[in-house]
Antibody, heavy 118, light 110 residues
Framework: EVQLVESGGDLVQPGGSLRLSCAASGFTFNNYDMHWVRQATGKGLEWVSTIGTAGDTYYPGSVKGRFTISRENAKNSLYLQMNSLRAGDTAVYYC????????????WGQGTLVTVSS | QSALTQPASVSGSPGQSITISCTGTSSDVGGYNYVSWYQQHPGKAPKLIIYVVNKRPSGVSNRFSGSKSGTTASLTISGLQAEDEADYYCSSYTSSSTWVFGGGTKVTVL
């Protein structure tokens, strides 16, 4: 059974940093592209970052230069290092799996809540 | 990259069919067949229901169907059921090697 379990969400002050993790199981992790998607309370989904199987990374302008996505295939783990956090980054962060070379998310984790507030 | 445009809400009675539109540009929806749709019930993670414009994952009801014409993709739910009441999001790959979602549509079963 495919499972994605996020962790690391917390309350952090503006300007602070946080590292999210996503533990994957039930599939061959290094064969899939991985994404982070976030959702502010009562709002829509927003793509945050992507890492391909070859380690290539992609970001929207809203987080580029502040967030870093990485993966550790030996540990079946995905990470999101978030720096210079702002109130607007407050959201539930989901990790999601995408088949290699495809642009859809076939499995999602349950999410971890990040709150940026003083 | 601007979000794709979806209607904020759509409603229908049980058994009816409804269609949700998702409008983008030639740089996203119109330029690729990488349009997908997700269903999200309150407090739950999104669930993939349509990928590559019109394909259904295994286990998804055939009451859900997708299509695309130009820069607008559509999701049709036929034979509307109470369990279909949820939020629906479209998504597309873009020419900037990024991904974009629609603003979401709340489906209400009357």
């Amino acid at each position: 059974e495919v499972q994605l379990v996020e962790s690391g969400g917390d309350l952090v002050q503006p300007g602070g940093s946080l590292r999210l993790s996503c533990a994957a199981s039930g599939f061959t992790f290094n064969n899939y592209d991985m994404h982070w998607v976030r959702q502010a309370t009562g709002k829509g989904l927003e793509w945050v970052s992507t890492i391909g199987t070859a380690g290539d990374t992609y970001y929207p302008g809203s987080v580029k230069g502040r967030f870093t996505i990485s993966r550790e295939n030996a540990k079946n783990s995905l990470y999101l290092q978030m720096n210079s956090l702002r109130a607007g980054d407050t959201a539930v962060y989901y990790c999601a799996r995408a088949p290699l070379g495809e642009s859809y998310y076939d499995y999602w984790g349950q999410g971890t809540l990040v709150t940026v507030s003083s | 990259q601007s979000a794709l445009t979806q209607p904020a809400s759509v409603s229908g009675s049980p058994g009816q069919s409804i269609t949700i539109s998702c409008t983008g540009t030639s740089s996203d929806v119109g330029g690729y067949n990488y349009v997908s749709w997700y269903q999200q019930h309150p407090g739950k993670a999104p669930k993939l229901i349509i990928y590559v414009v019109n394909k259904r994952p295994s286990g998804v009801s055939n009451r859900f169907s997708g299509s695309k014409s130009g820069t607008t993709a559509s999701l049709t739910i036929s034979g509307l059921q109470a369990e279909d009441e949820a939020d629906y999001y479209c998504s597309s790959y873009t020419s900037s090697s990024t991904w974009v979602f629609g603003g979401g549509t709340k489906v209400t079963v009357l």
